[in-house]
């Protein structure tokens, strides 16, 4: 009894599969799945295309059906829609209003999650769903054209589908400029001038910087990094410090984030206009040093310079002595300081020869590291001359470098002690930064001293205040300035202005602010510098460099 059954069964099964197969071979257009398992589980799926003459057999897993979408729902979209290459309204977008300096923020929300520009009025808008903000912006002004801030697609709405087309690739590259190893090597070769949308034209990295409202003082420290050619080229190359890692919850690596997309900004040979406002980095820098920067306030270049470089260095992961960062290997040199103990000055004779002889007078030695030089200038004038007008001191480089020169001493006064010290260079860094000293502190208001330094342009010789033992390893000592900061007006109340070296043209040119100008070599030597970038020069060519 059991033989029979299994034949009955094999032949009816035989038959349900032969009737299967019929029925595909006499009805053309359908596309049918046959998934077959033991046990009896055999189904089977048919989709018709009535498009197609022949039969097509799909094998796929019955899971599959519940990831299939239709192309008309909504926040979704169809890769293969044939209006995304034929999209009506590219001729709307107005590149004229926009501006991707500011922060990613929705002008109505003010999320910075999912945010969207239009690109027919520059506005910032959350969302691409029915109830957000850049749908009913969409609707409400027949603006229909959004660029997504984040993943750089373009969309038009209400429509909502994806766009994709080559023509708005120089909208994406204003957003986020890249740059290939190629170019970064060529872009101190170049001396072309590149042209903005407005019609103007400016040279790539001597570009203006907004100012907001008092942060020139930012504004001239940021110009003279960008154009620091090793430092410059490590962050236009974001995948030098992409992988960076960071403990949870590191604000500091905004820092650098927003310190290279600056940089990108300002290299950018595509840019729409010829300036860029460093908004994103001042906001990163207020939030960074909790407010002792500030947009609105006017602060110290020299305090600026010093706590960014070395929060920079701290954000790339590096410490104060072992592990070095492109910050250290640029501008970090070394110094031995040597530091003396005085007696106090109202001890009678006697007793100070008796001091002197402790192991607490005698001279200590210490090995240190710096990242730029201050250099003192000396007391200013009191008074009037004969002619009731005040001279105005000046005073050679020279001079205020001998604080370095090894024998040179200094009376240090602290509230209880004084010390004489004397500082002797031990390691010359590539980049080398002067911090001239204008400005004096008492308990009641800040002075600044108005003596001019005399310097050369080019060629000046540090050897002389290197040790002995370390003159023989240093082979190169010469240096040539490459920007120059100065401070105009009073202390509290002046203005920053800098002079830049071109390095592709040769040529110097002047920024304050959104103002660039060319300006001849002489006339830099006659401003009250602040702060001065020099350049070691590492081989014979680069003498040819320089406009001077």
């Given at each position: 009894?059991s ?5 009955e ?6 038959s ?16 049918s799945?046959?998934?077959?398992s033991?046990?009896?589980?055999d ?12 039969p097509r057999?799909?094998r796929?897993p ?7 979408e239709?192309?008309v729902?909504y926040?979704r979209?169809?890769p ?7 999209c009506?309204?590219l ?13 990613k923020l929705?002008?109505?929300?003010l999320?910075?999650?999912?945010v969207?520009?239009?690109l027919v ?12 903000h ?7 002004f ?8 984040h993943?750089?697609k ?6 909502n ?7 708005l690739?120089?909208i ?6 890249t740059?290939?190893?190629?170019q ?5 070769k170049q001396?072309?001038?590149?042209r ?20 020139d ?5 940021l ?7 090793p430092l ?6 974001e995948e ?6 960071r403990?949870?919850?590191d604000i500091m690596f ?7 997309e600056?940089?990108r900004k300002?290299w950018?040979?595509r840019?729409?206009?010829?300036h ?6 001042l906001?990163a ?7 002792n920067?500030?947009?609105t306030?006017?602060?110290d270049?020299?305090?600026f ?6 929060a920079l ?6 410490t ?6 492109i910050?250290?290997d640029?501008?970090?040199?070394s ?11 109202d001890?009678?004779?006697e007793e100070k020869?008796q ?5 607490e ?9 710096f990242?730029?030089?201050?250099l ?13 007008q005040l001279?105005i ?7 205020i470098?001998?604080?370095?020169n090894?024998i040179t ?8 002690e004084n010390?004489l010290?004397?500082?002797?260079l031990?390691?010359?860094p590539?980049?080398l930064?002067?911090?001239i ?6 308990n009641?208001?800040?002075e ?11 060629n ?13 390893v ?5 240096y040539?300035?490459i ?16 002079h ?12 304050q602010?959104?103002?660039?100008t ?16 020099w350049?070691?020069?590492d ?10």
């Open positions: 009894m033989v029979r059954v299994k034949r069964r094999s032949s009816r099964e035989l349900q599969r032969n009737s299967l197969s019929s029925r595909i071979k006499q009805e053309p257009g359908i596309q799945g046959v998934s077959r033991l046990g009896g589980r189904q089977v799926r048919v989709k018709r295309e009535p498009d197609d003459d022949e057999i799909k796929e019955e899971e599959e059906d519940e990831d299939e239709p192309t729902k926040g979209f169809d293969e829609d044939r209006r995304s290459r034929h009506p309204y001729d709307t977008i107005n590149k004229s209003v926009l501006d991707f300096d500011f922060e929705c002008s109505i929300s999320s910075h999650i999912n969207y520009a239009c009025c520059g506005k910032y808008f959350q969302g691409r769903g029915l109830k957000s850049a749908y009913i912006h969409s609707v409400q027949s603006h229909h054209v959004f660029l997504n801030l993943t750089l373009f969309y038009c709405l209400p429509d589908y994806e766009i994709i087309d080559s023509s690739e120089d994406t590259y204003v957003l986020k400029p740059f290939t190893k190629q970064i090597a060529n872009l101190d001396a072309k001038l590149s903005a949308y407005d019609g103007t034209t400016y040279l790539p990295g001597i570009v203006g910087l907004n100012n907001i409202k008092a942060n003082y930012a504004n001239a420290i110009q003279a990094l960008s154009n620091v050619p410059r080229n490590y962050f236009l190359e030098n410090y992409k992988n960076i890692q403990p949870p919850g905004l820092l650098v984030q927003r310190f290279g600056l940089m300002l950018n040979p840019n729409f206009k010829a860029v406002s460093p908004h994103e980095m906001q820098v207020v939030l960074c040093s909790k407010k920067f500030q947009i306030k006017q602060g270049g020299v305090d310079l010093s706590w960014f470089l070395n260095h701290s954000a790339l992961g590096g104060k002595k072992k592990k070095k960062t910050v250290t640029v501008f970090q040199g110094m031995r300081i040597f530091t003396k103990k005085l007696p106090h000055p001890l009678p004779a020869e001091l002197l002889q402790n192991d007078y005698q001279e200590k030695m210490v090995e240190s590291t990242m730029y030089l201050t003192d200038l000396p007391t200013a004038p009191l008074y009037k001359d004969e002619k009731e001279i001191p000046q005073v050679p480089l020279f001079n470098l001998a604080k370095f090894g001493e200094k009376e240090y006064k602290t509230y209880k010390f010290k004397r500082f002797q031990t390691k010359l590539p980049y930064i002067f911090c000293k204008r400005f004096t502190k008492n009641f208001f800040v600044k001293n108005p003596t001019i330094v005399n310097f050369p342009i080019t000046v010789d540090l050897r002389e205040y290197l040790s002995e033992e370390v003159q023989a240093h082979k190169n000592t010469t040539d300035l920007a120059n900061i100065v401070h105009d007006g009073k202390p509290a109340e002046g203005a920053y202005r800098i830049v070296l071109h390095h592709g043209t040769g040529k110097w040119y002047e920024l602010d959104l103002q660039v060319d300006i001849l070599p002489q006339m830099i030597t006659l401003s009250e510098a602040y702060i001065q970038i350049k070691r020069r081989n014979e060519e680069e003498t040819n460099q320089q406009g001077a």
